[in-house]
């Protein structure tokens, strides 16, 4: 079977090297195996997001030579369908109310997940009807979770397991403003979608076993997995959408596409040296195995 890749990105600025690094990876991945890749914008945060972005990013990625098959519905347009598979949950009994406040939430002295997730301890899951009644607000609703071991064997990261009940504990899946969290969204998406193979930066490799909770309890069959290396700037810092001078609004004056994707791919351990090369010319040469696992330092070759 061709695999089917994706691109997910968030329509809120200009793509970074970090953005483009995994969307080159995950073209790369698919591309060289002949297969199809899905672009979907994520536009859950419409205070965040716009067309005008949304547009921006189709051009770089076009520029890059990173094409794909289809775009799919962009997710702001979505809450009738993710409001199907809210249902879903509802009628296992799985979903319950939550009227923690963001503060009550900090103050727990518990770990939390790299993605500054705080691990639930349970507080709202057996109230009484009149305790909810008492709260006399609207809560957000999250999904209960099982005690059991969840395993991605990531095609980067190799073997990456996490138990949800003690390491993330229930978690939302709708917030209090009606709005369908990033979880949720994402896994109907790419289910629904027939994705295969999900390839993305490792700040998202502990998301996966929350994906693959939820595709089991829609019917989905778990995608392969992939989770790329960061790109750090040179202080160690993560690339953000604030590091203007490294987007590719300025990296474009400045370079041509080959010789980007060139650099990328050399820093990454891809190809020798950091050559022109087009994303076409390296798909024949990609593989899994050369690609570097650890966090990526930039250095003067790209900027
Ligand atoms: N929309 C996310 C981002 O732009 C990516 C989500 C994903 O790949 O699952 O960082």
Same mark, same amino acid.
Do not use: C
């Given at each position: 079977m061709k695999p089917v890749g994706r691109f997910a990105p968030?329509?809120?600025?200009?793509?970074?090297?970090?953005?483009?690094?995994?969307? +080159?990876?995950?073209?790369? #991945?698919?591309? #060289?195996?002949?297969?199809? +890749?899905? +672009?979907?914008?994520?536009?859950?945060?419409?205070?965040?997001? #716009?067309?005008?972005?949304?547009?921006?990013l189709r051009e770089d990625l076009l520029w890059l030579?990173? *094409?794909? *098959?289809?775009?799919?519905?962009?997710? #702001?347009?979505?809450?009738?369908?993710?409001?199907?598979?809210?249902?879903?949950?509802?009628?296992?009994?799985? +979903?319950?109310?939550c009227y923690c406040t963001r503060s009550q939430l900090h103050s727990v002295n518990a770990p939390h997940l790299s993605d500054g997730t705080y691990v639930y301890p349970g507080t709202c899951r057996s109230l009484t009807s009149e305790q909810r009644a008492a709260f006399n607000r609207l809560p957000s609703w999250r999904v209960k979770v099982p005690d059991k071991l969840w395993t991605v064997e990531d095609l980067c990261q190799g073997t990456y397991t996490e138990d949800l009940a003690t390491d993330c504990g229930d978690f939302v899946v709708r917030r209090a403003d009606g709005v369908f969290v990033y979880q949720l969204a994402v896994t109907v998406d790419d289910g629904e979608a027939g994705v295969t193979e999900v390839v993305r930066g490792t700040d998202l490799l502990s998301s996966s076993p929350r994906q693959m909770y939820l595709q089991e309890l829609f019917g989905f069959p778990h995608p392969a997995y992939g989770h790329v290396p960061l790109l750090l700037a040179p202080d160690g810092r993560r690339l953000s959408k604030r590091d203007k001078d490294l987007d590719l609004g300025v990296l474009r004056q400045r370079l041509a596409a080959e010789k980007l994707i060139g650099s990328l791919a050399c820093t990454a351990g891809l190809i020798e040296k950091p050559e022109k090369i087009s994303a076409r010319e390296l798909a024949t040469v990609f593989s899994w195995d050369k690609l570097k696992k650890d966090n990526i330092y930039l250095d003067n070759q790209i900027l």
């Open positions: 968030t329509p809120s600025g200009r793509m970074h090297l970090g953005n483009v690094f995994a969307a +080159l990876i995950a073209w790369l #991945s698919v591309r #060289s195996r002949d297969g199809s +890749l899905v +672009l979907r914008m994520e536009d859950l945060d419409t205070q965040r997001t #716009s067309d005008e972005f949304a547009q921006v030579g990173l *094409d794909w *098959d289809v775009e799919t519905q962009p997710q #702001s347009q979505r809450s009738h369908i993710y409001e199907t598979y809210f249902d879903v949950l509802k009628e296992k009994e799985l +979903l319950y109310p």
